[in-house]
Structures are given as structure tokens and as C-alpha cells.
């Protein structure tokens, strides 16, 4: 039976003390021995690693593997409802891959989205840590570029709404310009991994300062499928010369596709099905992010 999986598209921003591309860090990685410890990073406590890395058209794809070593399911028979071990080796776990396709024209990463495997945030920390970058690679999530577009239409904005997690690195709010020091702040004396920050204008006339919004914004975004930070929600209201208000969701406005791909006998979805899906992925959005990235050909 088929299976849907969903595919995302970031932008990729290397670290400035990085001496070489993503791609060439990329090649680095691959050319590795896969036994090599440095190929497999313990994330979260599991072994990530580059699978394999192919080259096709100008555009690298690879696949990414995450082995769950802990919490693993048992087997269930349903006809008998009988539970029993995988009876996997000590040094054996549950492969978990996500596909990915990485255009260097646009730096426009493609990758699916397995919430079991390695998700874009993994990916990054994974080749920041290989990589021994000072500061993190960061996965800008692409968003739809109509929805940049009416933002900076606004002349009010009324509302700003930020939802932020994984706080535990919050040093990188401490220090942007940005006035974001309070919400790292908030997270150390609640001790809450998550905060909810909204600034309005209430009842009031007028507008938030409209530059500060619209950078404050562009900060987070790029941030959003970074390691850094896990932002979850960039909400903002205002309007247009002689509109009513418009409520701008930023993350839901992210450009995602979604295609169906095969599962085999053994009930898995191979590699060649879920690259094919990622290639079809980014051939329907391709002129439209190279549009988005202002890097027609």
C-alpha cells in the first residue's frame, strides 16, 4: 500500500569561519569510510550518519540514517496478539532514513520529512559537528515568497506573536540586537522549555514599529529549522493602506510538498522510491524557490 510523506525546502547558511561549501562538506562526509567513527554522530543519543551521497544533474542526493538504539517496539502478531522481542544485536537498531536532494545553485536543500529519522535540525547539528564550525549551519526554512511580499506591504502592524522551545541554548537569543534577551530569560526562571511572547497594540491606534517587526521576523525565520533554537510560531497582524487587518502566519506559509511513494514486500520504503519523490518535489517548486531566491537561470 502506498504511503504519503511530506517534503521540505530550506535555504542553507554556512557558518562564516566555514572554509568550504556545503556541498564540498557534503563530498567530505562521503568520502569517509561508512565504518568511520567520525561518519556516525551520536544525536540525542542515537547514531546519525550519511548513508550515501550520489550525483545527478548538477544536484546532490543523499540519504540520511537514524539508528534507534532505545525505546524500540516489540513485535505483534494480529492474529494472535502474542508480543515478542525484535531480537536485534547490541549493536543493532531500527534504521530510520530521510531522503535529500541539495541544489548548490540555490543552496536550496530538499528533504523528507521523517519524524522517526533525521529531522532538518538533526541534519544541521550533524554536519555543523563534522564540519567543527564555530557556529552552527543553519536550514532556512523557504517560505512562500507572496507571503514576504504582503508583509512588507504593511504599513501597521498591530500584533506580533512568537513561540519559541529547546531553550536550553538560549545564549543565542542573549546576544541579538533584537530585544530577544527576555524571552531566554523567562525560560531560565520558570524553568520552561517553551515561551509564548506576543506584543500589541491592543486597543490603541497606530503601529508597532514596523522595521524592528520585520527584522525580528527575518531573524527568526532564518533560525526556524536551524540547531540553535527551535522556533515554532512567527505570527503577524496588521494591514495594508486602506485594508482590515491580515493576520500573516509565517511558519504555515512555508513551502512543503507531498507525494505518495511505494512501500516493498518487506513492508519498507526504499531509497530510490523516496529519492524519486524529492526529485519530483523539487522539479515542481524548483522555478518557483529560484524565483523566491532572486537566483533565476
Known sequence: MPKTIKIDFFKVAMP?????????????IADMPIAEDVRTQRLSSDPVRLQELHHRGGYLEGDMVRTRM??????????????APLDLEEDEGLGEEAAFLYDPQTACLVMQRNRFSVSATAFATYCSDIGEYQT???LEPIISGDVIARLHEFDRVRRLRIKV????????????????????AFANDYASPTV????SMGHQGGSL????????????RQRAGGSELEVQQ????????????????LLESRII????????????????????????????????IQLILRRPQ
Not at 70 to 83: F, M, V
Not at 170 to 180: D, K, Q
Not at 234 to 249: F, N, Q
Open 16 to 28: 562564516e569561519d566555514a572554509e568550504e561549501a556545503f556541498e564540498a562538506l557534503l563530498n567530505r
Open 209 to 220: 514599529m514596523r522595521q524592528r517587526v520585520n527584522e525580528v521576523v527575518e531573524w527568526l
Open 70 to 83: 532505545d525505546n524500540l517496539p516489540a513485535k505483534s502478531n494480529i492474529d494472535t496478539g502474542e508480543l
Open 196 to 199: 509564548n511572547i506576543e506584543v
Open 257 to 288: 510538498e507531498e507525494r505518495r511513494v511505494d512501500v516493498n514486500e518487506q513492508r519498507i520504503v526504499p531509497y530510490s522510491n523516496r529519492r524519486e519523490a524529492v526529485r519530483a518535489a523539487w522539479g515542481e517548486q524548483r522555478q518557483r
Open 136 to 138: 552552527a549551519i543553519i
Open 165 to 184: 522551545a529547546g531553550l536550553a541554548g538560549g545564549e543565542v537569543l542573549r546576544n541579538t540586537p533584537y530585544s530577544l534577551a527576555h524571552i531566554a
Open 234 to 249: 512567527i505570527k503577524v497582524a496588521g494591514s495594508a493602506p486602506g485594508e482590515g487587518t491580515e493576520v500573516l502566519d
